[in-house]
């Protein structure tokens, strides 16, 4: 099998982009790809260029029709020998994931090698279980109601969770009939898109069914979201992103689906299980250093128990290593760039010098920043409103259960959100008023699964869900047809004079 890439021979290489079935190189600006613990270089590229995405976007639309008119069977057989695979590549696939996006092994594994293997099996199963549906008799007409896929769809994802994210519009989009344009992170072009597309080209999906044009967002991004043979876009991203993509694609009024940020409420009743709850918090907060939207954003502990609660958060964020997860044994890695690591320390020393108590970390060393717990964080600091996405935990107080549901819903997103108490009626009284897409009792926010519908409410999406059968809804419409055996002479009861 020919799908295996050495970051050694791909700097040289440079042949990330893939038009119609044809690996290139970009036409556009070039790009230095960075290992994220050392900054050394793992590949030098170049962006696709707005040339290149228009040919992009015609081979989609050429190679769609014929994928779309394959049985279902056909389809999903291409996805199933993908995941077979993909599991023949774990450790190239991990390695790149490490390296590229500074994930530890353990979450390249389970979050995005796991996960990726489970949405490509899942989506195979959809291809087959979506079919037309039988409805009452319409007069004489037999009468159904079928699924048509959108066309091309462009997809826009982050460099956080490369693999998975992608994979989680890619695998159930072509399963439903649709083609692909995906524009990756520039950071993680090849965890993001091109692992991807080698896969899925050794296992026989035909060429200009899935192209990749790696580029920064501002110009070969706005430039897929406004293509006029681009029928739907999927971004998973920042909100702010998010705004400007269902700004620019709202005079087309073409399908959008945003998966978007989150500020996550943990919140802790007083009769909860302290230990396990900050366990749970600690992992739910500081899981590849924070930089995943489900990440927790607030830790609304009950006054009662708020004490001994950040105290045993705190001991859990001493006790985590940082450092380079390729070559060192640790539970964190880096921050993505530096850029991402001074707005994490800006928010810190914010908290501080307003009156925050630092209980661990708030140190740094390069794009490294240690497990940070702050306490007796106030909506005046910046840390309370808005999305850190790196390893800072903020404690909040809470007087009672109407107090920490008002401090739960005080932000303008709502991805997800965790509830522990003793009472598990309890907690789901309280969580059925928070505002969210997700919420879990007694668990953390980070959770997700190929089947379960995974999205958000406010700030944090568009309102649409991914995830089993979730997906069918979110990649293709509804169309009503009508059959009747002779043809329909109207319903005039005279034929009309002729003049």
């Not at 020998?81 to 500074?102: C, K, M, P």
């Not at 979450?107 to 199963?125: C, G, P, S, T, V």
């Not at 319409?138 to 994802?157: F, L, Q």
């Not at 997800?416 to 926010?445: C, L, Y």
Request: aromatic residues 6%; negative net charge; hydrophobic residues 45%.
């Amino acid at each position: 099998m020919s799908t295996r890439i050495d970051a050694r021979l791909w700097a040289a290489d440079e042949r990330t982009t893939v038009i119609g079935g044809e690996w290139q190189g970009g036409d556009g600006d070039q790009i230095e790809v960075a290992e994220k613990a050392t900054g050394e270089p793992l590949l030098i590229m170049r962006e696709a260029s707005l040339e290149q995405l228009d040919r992009a976007v015609a081979a989609a639309k050429a190679a769609q029709p014929g994928w779309a008119a394959r049985p279902a069977d056909v389809r999903a057989g291409v996805l199933r020998r993908a995941a077979d695979l993909l599991e023949q590549h774990h450790d190239e696939v991990v390695e790149w994931i490490v390296r590229e996006s500074g994930s530890v092994p353990a979450k390249a594994h389970a979050a995005e090698y796991l996960q990726a293997l489970d949405e490509f099996r899942e989506a195979a199963d959809l291809a087959e279980r979506t079919v037309a549906r039988p409805l009452p008799p319409h007069g004489e007409d037999a009468s159904v109601a079928e699924r048509v896929p959108y066309g091309v769809v462009g997809v826009i994802t982050p460099w956080n969770v490369p693999f998975t994210l992608a994979m989680r519009t890619v695998a159930p989009a072509l399963a439903l009939g649709n083609a692909i344009v995906l524009k990756p992170d520039h950071q993680t072009p090849v965890s993001g898109a091109v692992l991807i597309g080698r896969l899925l080209e050794e296992a026989g999906l035909p060429a200009g069914v899935f192209n990749a044009v790696p580029g920064q967002g501002p110009s070969v991004g706005s430039a897929l979201v406004t293509h006029p043979d681009v029928s739907m876009v999927s971004f998973t991203g920042s909100t702010a992103v998010g705004r400007t993509i269902a700004t620019l694609a709202a005079p087309y009024l073409k399908k959008v689906a945003l998966e978007l940020g989150g500020k996550n409420p943990h919140v802790v009743l007083d009769d909860a299980d302290i230990e396990g709850a900050a366990a749970a918090g600690a992992w739910g907060n500081f899981t590849h250093q924070g930089q995943v939207c489900m990440a927790i954003g607030r830790h609304v502990i009950a006054a009662p128990v708020l004490e001994d609660y950040a105290a045993e958060l705190a001991r859990w964020a001493r006790g985590l290593r940082v450092g380079d997860p390729f070559r060192e044994d640790v539970e964190l890695g880096p921050l993505i760039n530096a850029r991402q690591a001074d707005r994490v320390m800006a928010l810190i020393e914010d908290a501080v010098a307003q009156g925050a108590e630092l209980l661990a970390g708030g140190e740094r060393r390069g794009n490294f920043v240690q497990p940070t717990v702050l306490k007796g964080v106030t909506p005046a600091m910046r840390a309370y409103a808005e999305e850190v996405f790196g390893p800072v935990a903020v404690v909040v107080a809470a007087a009672d259960d109407e107090d920490a549901v008002r401090i739960a819903n005080d932000t303008e997103y709502g991805l997800s959100a965790s509830v522990h108490s003793a009472s598990p009626e309890r907690a789901e009284a309280v969580a059925d008023r928070i505002v969210s897409g997700m919420v879990h009792i007694n668990g953390q926010t980070i959770n997700d699964n190929a089947w379960a519908p995974m999205g958000g409410t406010k700030a944090s999406g568009s309102g649409g869900r991914f995830g089993g059968e979730s997906n069918a809804d979110m990649f293709t419409y509804t169309r009503w047809r009508t059959v009747r055996k002779d043809a329909d002479r109207g319903h005039f009861v005279a034929r009309p004079a002729v003049p």
